[in-house]
């Protein structure tokens, strides 16, 4: 994922964890070269500072003879003025005449004539500069000129170059491994603030996913100040989105009811006279199958936005008992309603006591003595279970049985259509009817509808 990352910077983290390694990247960089151009100067420092101290005990020992002769007072070759080829040499000159560090073995130091630098003359500031000794190896040099009344004398005093370098380098041995281990920490926490830091957008996206599938009718505030406004004009346009599905189905409902008028009235005003053949009656039949199909499309459309009312289904199941008792009273059934009362379902009130009418009323025409209602809830969903102590059907039939118009016994009243019914409506609300033969005689009916959301 971080790999893909980087190589496709159109994303945010992307682009994000690209500018931000780039520019760790660069500011260690500069921080290392800044850091070894300190050591630099600092060991530049102490290094001709050593050397100002052996110019200045030079300039001290100094004696200069009558005759000219030159000659200094005491033991000027301390370590590491004594060990020849060193690089650590001094040397005086005036007149002619030079002495030398016992560094140098007896050879003496070329110093190239420079211009007459005023300021360190006066100040007495040795002047630095570079050269080679007769082996070749680079110098360091530290030149003061002064005058005595013997006349003028430079003092030099050398280091190896080597004593500048090799100390930056070493330190370098230790800045550069860790510097890299500060990068890599910092790579590792970029990666972290970027996933951190990116944490609101990903569950505001987890959010919009919910409300799209209807699982939440609209985002809680975000803890990221800068998405409010973005939540705002979302939950604006789910807002909308409501009131335009609202007019919608009211639209559908209107439709409807102003067609199931005239219908009706066509279906009664076609008699046998009128219409001798029942073709007619059976277009008429279609026509208003046809209406409440697409009325019930327009409810599970609501629904399948997660806008469809909840409805609790204990009270409805009640009313549809008492109805089937009145109903069937020269049966004399025990029709039992144990649904629990805090059961509820996304679907419409008006779809729940079509489908749950439809299949106790099927129980109701097939059972012997009882019918039990039951519901049980399993995630997003709830489960209604109807059974009865019927004959129960057939295996082979229990597919054909969910077609519309199919009937197994003509003796029993009904036209065919209340489980066909049935399962489509429950199936517009992304639910479903299963019928299932009980091995202790009778059938049962399940129709899972959606939890509601809130």
Request: a negative charge.
């Amino acid at each position: 994922m971080i790999a893909s990352r980087l190589r496709n910077p159109q994303t945010i983290a992307g682009r994000l964890i690209v500018f931000s390694i780039f520019y760790a990247l660069a500011a260690l960089v500069v921080a290392c070269v800044v850091l070894a151009l300190i050591v630099a100067n600092v060991v530049r420092d102490q290094v001709d500072q050593r050397l100002s101290v052996q110019i200045e005990a030079v300039r001290g020992s100094i004696k200069i003879g009558l005759d000219g002769s030159l000659a200094v007072d005491g033991n000027l070759d301390g370590p590491p003025f004594d060990r020849p080829g060193s690089g650590w040499y001094w040397q005086v000159s005036t007149a002619g005449k030079r002495l030398t560090s016992s560094s140098l073995s007896g050879a003496n130091l070329s110093n190239p004539p420079q211009p007459v630098d005023w300021r360190n003359l006066l100040t007495g500031t040795p002047r630095a500069g570079a050269g080679r000794d007769n082996r070749g190896q680079n110098l360091h040099f530290l030149t003061s000129q002064s005058f005595t009344a013997g006349g003028g004398v430079e003092i030099i005093a050398t280091a190896p170059r080597s004593a500048l370098v090799m100390p930056v380098l070493r330190a370098l041995l230790f800045l550069v491994p860790a510097m890299l281990v500060l990068g890599g920490l910092l790579v590792v926490g970029i990666l972290l603030q970027v996933r951190y830091g990116l944490s609101p957008l990903r569950t505001l996206a987890e959010k919009v996913a919910d409300v799209s599938s209807g699982q939440s009718r609209g985002l809680d505030e975000p803890q990221a100040e800068e998405l409010r406004p973005l939540v705002g004009e979302i939950n604006r346009l789910v807002e909308r989105n409501q009131l335009r599905i609202a007019e919608t189905r009211l639209q559908f409902a209107n439709m409807a009811h102003g067609l199931k008028t005239p219908v009706a009235s066509l279906y009664l005003a076609l008699n046998d006279d009128a219409d001798p053949t029942g073709e007619a009656r059976l277009q008429v039949e279609r026509i208003d199958r046809q209406i409440k199909h697409h009325l019930a499309r327009a409810r599970a459309g609501v629904s399948a936005a997660g806008f469809a009312p909840t409805t609790q289904l204990r009270s409805h199941v009640d009313d549809i008992v008492a109805m089937m008792q009145k109903l069937y009273v020269d049966r004399q059934l025990t029709i039992s309603n144990q649904l629990d009362e805090t059961l509820s379902v996304a679907c419409a009130p008006e779809d729940v006591d079509e489908i749950l009418g439809a299949i106790i009323d099927n129980a109701c025409k097939w059972a012997n003595s009882s019918v039990r209602i039951a519901g049980a809830q399993d995630r997003g969903e709830i489960a209604i279970v109807v059974a009865d102590d019927g004959p129960g059907i057939n295996s082979d039939d229990l597919t054909d049985v969910l077609s519309p118009g199919v009937r197994l016994d003509e003796t029993v009243p009904g036209d065919g259509f209340g489980l066909s019914i049935a399962k489509e409506v429950s199936g517009l609300y992304g639910g479903r009817l299963v019928l299932q033969d009980m091995p202790e005689g009778g059938l049962s009916a399940t129709v899972v509808l959606p939890k509601p959301t809130s």
